[in-house]
């Protein structure tokens, strides 16, 4: 009695019959066809940034480091604390490629009908964080301008900075942000 309650399974078993088992068979290696790949590529999406997050805080618990003042761990922290936003937003990046359907075609205003589907087309991107790397599927047609409708989806300009860290909007707003800028003497 003693050992079936650390193992249960000896209370059940007698009631399985090659049905039963044949139907936990099905069952689990359907589980595992659908749940492995997905925890896989979740996992391989955003494993940079787990390595990186890692670094951060084994830096951050090292005696080398429990001798550092706090300005050079703040310059860490960002140095180091920026990378790992690179490497997390990359990872979303990389996950919105992976997810975005292959259409039959899409409809292009100028263009009309694009139905050439490439899809390992890829654009640098300038965050805020730093460049990435912008995956994503690319509709065309001969003589035709390419459409991505990954791009349109993540809003993204047709240059390499995103709508957060252009340089020339960033300088072309300056005014209103020190118009916005609440001054205080201390």
């Known amino acids: 009695m003693y050992l079936k309650s650390f193992l249960p399974f000896l209370v059940w078993m007698k009631l399985l019959d090659r049905e039963t088992i044949k139907a936990d068979?099905?069952?689990?290696?359907?589980?595992?066809?659908?749940?492995?790949?997905?925890?896989?590529?979740?996992?391989?999406?955003?494993?940079?940034?787990?390595?990186?997050?890692?670094?951060?805080?084994n830096h951050l618990s090292s005696s080398e480091c429990n001798d550092s003042e706090h300005g050079e761990v703040e310059q860490f922290i960002n140095q180091q604390g920026n990378e790992l936003l690179r490497r997390l937003l990359q990872g979303f990046l990389e996950q919105k490629a992976a997810n975005e359907m292959t259409l039959n075609s899409v409809a292009s205003h100028q263009e009309g009908a694009l139905n050439h589907v490439r899809h390992s087309t890829s654009r640098q991107l300038n965050s805020l964080f730093g460049e990435v790397t912008v995956n994503r599927k690319g509709y065309?047609?001969?003589?035709?301008?390419?459409?991505?409708?990954?791009?349109?989806?993540?809003?993204?300009?047709?240059?390499?900075?995103?709508?957060?860290?252009?340089?020339?909007?960033?300088?072309?707003?300056?005014?209103?942000?020190?118009?916005k800028k609440k001054w205080v003497s201390q």
């Open 25 to 57: 068979v099905i069952a689990g290696i359907t589980g595992a066809v659908i749940a492995l790949p997905q925890g896989i590529a979740f996992f391989s999406f955003f494993s940079e940034a787990n390595i990186q997050l890692d670094f951060i805080i």
């Open 140 to 179: 065309s047609h001969r003589n035709k301008k390419s459409q991505f409708p990954l791009d349109a989806g993540l809003n993204l300009a047709k240059d390499k900075y995103s709508a957060s860290w252009d340089p020339h909007s960033f300088f072309d707003n300056i005014p209103q942000i020190v118009k």
